[in-house]
């Protein structure tokens, strides 16, 4: 993955690497736009949710991390914190995780961002009890 965070001492500095990442890394402002649109959705699901970042992706966590997307070259992944066996979708591109607990779907021009969006807050729901 590409590197977007930032060493927490440095209030601000995230945001401008994610900024200057999102410009460097994302030729097709379709995919930009695709990410500004979630990043948005996620956060809009509960006032509770927070967006922080770590060296390689964004997360995302009300008591405990429950989303974390990978900035990638013209592209994104995102990773869920919910078994791949319990998410019922015909058209995510979900692969299996390392963790048994996450499970990872490749972002694509043709993924459903209502769909994703609704497994992202089947995460929340299940990390938030």
């Known amino acids: 993955g590409f590197v977007v965070g930032k060493p927490h001492r440095k209030k601000g500095y995230g945001k401008y690497m994610l900024q200057t990442a999102l410009t460097e890394l994302f030729k097709d402002d379709t995919i930009k736009g695709s990410l500004n649109v979630l990043r948005n959705s996620i956060r809009g699901i509960d006032k509770n949710i927070i967006e922080h970042f770590s060296k390689y992706h964004i997360n995302y966590k009300s008591k405990v991390d429950f989303c974390l997307i990978y900035i990638q070259k013209n592209n994104f992944w995102v990773d869920v914190k919910i078994n791949r066996n319990k998410i019922k979708s015909e058209s995510l591109d979900i692969r299996e995780h390392k963790d048994k607990i996450w499970s990872h779907i490749r ?3 043709k993924t459903n961002l209502d769909e994703l969006l609704r497994v ?10």
């Open 107 to 109: 972002f694509n021009p």
């Open 120 to 129: 992202i807050k089947l995460a929340f729901n299940l990390a938030s009890r």
